[in-house]
T-cell receptor, first 113, second 111 residues
Framework: KAGVTQTPRYLIKTRGQQVTLSCSPISGHRSVSWYQQTPGQGLQFLFEYFSETQRNKGNFPGRFSGRQFSNSRSEMNVSTLELGDSALYLC????????????FGNGTRLTVT | TQLLEQSPQFLSIQEGENLTVYCNSSSVFSSLQWYRQEPGEGPVLLVTVVTGGEVKKLKRLTFQFGDARKDSSLHITAAQPGDTGLYLCAGGSGGYNKLIFGAGTRLAVHP
């Protein structure tokens, strides 16, 4: 069974630009969550999508958004990039929502210059 | 705001030693998950504990969930270099896949 696939693996953007990250969950998994990992803040929850609906959102500004498609694939978008958005963005999928074990992808490393 | 305090932050030990990592909170969690993350990769789930007082063993790793479901520990017996990595605890509050992560314990096991 293929794992969670995130593309691209690395991304370099300039302040003010926008970026879209993609996540393909494990086949059959309907929940996709996004986390931001930085050395200073650790792993922080961004949002969760289940059956194309955003179920919960973390404490991030509105510049961070996401969506989920009917095939459970998910994208997250960050607009008007700031230097502080440099981080590893991790996507995780699970079969159900609600304390389900998460299967993480290897992340997209975003660097904002 | 729910917080998980994880200690120690860093641990450098010799092969064969035992160690314990702690995860504490003032909040009650419906579940506690432990992950291990290696450089360049995403976290990999080791175990989930859901019942207060629950103890789970995974080979040389022993996980315990506190009676009040506010804290957890991970004990490694006879550590090996292959145990090296970042260990993360994460608390779940039910209903959603929104986990609160501890800051992590970076373990280095030297041969």
């Amino acid at each position: 069974k293929a794992g969670v696939t995130q593309t691209p693996r690395y991304l370099i953007k300039t302040r003010g630009q926008q970026v879209t990250l993609s996540c393909s969950p494990i086949s059959g998994h309907r929940s996709v969550s996004w986390y931001q990992q930085t050395p200073g803040q650790g792993l922080q929850f961004l949002f969760e999508y289940f059956s194309e609906t955003q179920r919960n959102k973390g404490n991030f500004p509105g510049r961070f958004s996401g969506r989920q498609f009917s095939n459970s694939r998910s994208e997250m978008n960050v607009s008007t990039l700031e230097l502080g958005d440099s981080a590893l963005y991790l996507c995780a999928s699970s079969f159900m929502t609600g304390d389900s074990p998460l299967h993480f992808g290897n992340g997209t490393r975003l660097t904002v210059t | 705001t729910q917080l998980l305090e994880q200690s120690p932050q860093f641990l450098s030990i010799q092969e064969g030693e035992n160690l314990t990592v702690y995860c504490n909170s003032s909040s009650v969690f419906s579940s506690l998950q432990w992950y291990r993350q290696e450089p360049g990769e995403g976290p990999v789930l080791l175990v989930t504990v859901v019942t207060g007082g629950e103890v789970k063993k995974l080979k040389r790793l022993t996980f315990q969930f506190g009676d009040a479901r506010k804290d957890s520990s991970l004990h490694i017996t006879a550590a090996q270099p292959g145990d090296t990595g970042l260990y993360l605890c994460a608390g779940g509050s039910g209903g959603y896949n929104k986990l609160i992560f501890g800051a992590g314990t970076r373990l280095a096991v030297h041969p």
